[in-house]
């Protein structure tokens, strides 16, 4: 089945403590790309990757790094979280960046404390 | 700058109804335009997608339409039933940067 894998589901954490949330495709997509969603904001892009080893900043990458060492995997590190990166976070991906359907993992839902 | 709206910010009708939710972009330029639906505790998933050079996508009771010089897309769901209570989000792909900007959504639900 073709999906959009992302790891852990639900994680609380304390601030400073650095965490990392994975992310899997197996549909060969080159375009991988992260989210963020807060209320009344909608979805704000943190980074995103064209390919391997290619990888850019979005709107809000402030706080986030991002590796693309794999074509499929594309994980989200949070060096020292904050409580303002509580936050619903969304990995998504797509085959080529413009013009194609993109497809979503199921959230990861962060708490910082 | 783009930018994209969603008005309602919440619906409720009852079991039945058609029904149209908008989307307004500020910006004409833009590469397609794609409705997604968000169910609670899950993620988005893509209902439709309409690239610029298109007036229209249909997939089963879901129309899709886009009108870029009056900066409108409009989708349109027929015989609305329970099931299709979720939040509905569009997201445009602009021309000038390929970067998908995003409406804060329409919470949909349906009355059995």
């Known amino acids: 089945e073709a999906q959009v894998t992302q790891n852990p589901r639900y994680l609380i954490t304390v601030t400073g403590k650095k965490l990392t949330v994975t992310c899997s495709q197996n549909m060969n997509h080159e375009y991988m790309s992260w989210y963020r969603q807060d209320p009344g904001l909608g979805l704000r892009q943190i980074y995103y990757?064209?390919?391997?080893?290619?990888?850019d900043k979005g709107d809000v990458p402030e706080g986030y790094k991002v590796s693309r060492k794999e074509k499929r995997n594309f994980p989200l590190i949070l060096e020292s979280p904050s409580p303002n990166q509580t936050s619903l976070y969304f990995c998504?991906?797509?085959?080529?960046?413009?013009?194609?359907?993109?497809?979503f993992g199921q959230g990861t839902r962060l708490t910082v404390v | 700058k783009q930018e994209v709206t969603q008005i309602p910010a919440a619906l409720s009708v009852p079991e039945g109804e058609n029904l149209v939710l908008n989307c307004s972009f500020t910006d004409s330029a833009i590469y397609n335009l794609q409705w997604f639906r968000q169910d609670p505790g899950k993620g988005l998933t893509s209902l439709l997608l309409?690239?610029?050079s298109q007036r229209e996508q249909t997939s089963g009771r879901l129309n899709a339409s886009l009108d870029k010089s009056s900066g409108r897309s409009t989708l349109y769901i027929a015989a609305s039933q329970p099931g299709d209570s979720a939040t509905y989000l569009c997201a445009l792909m602009w021309s000038s940067n390929y970067q998908l900007i995003w409406g804060a959504g329409t919470k949909l639900i349906i009355k059995p």
């Open positions: 998504a991906s797509s085959i080529y960046r413009a013009g194609t359907e993109a497809f």
């Open positions: 990757s064209m390919n391997v080893e290619v990888t």
């Open positions: 309409i690239q610029s």
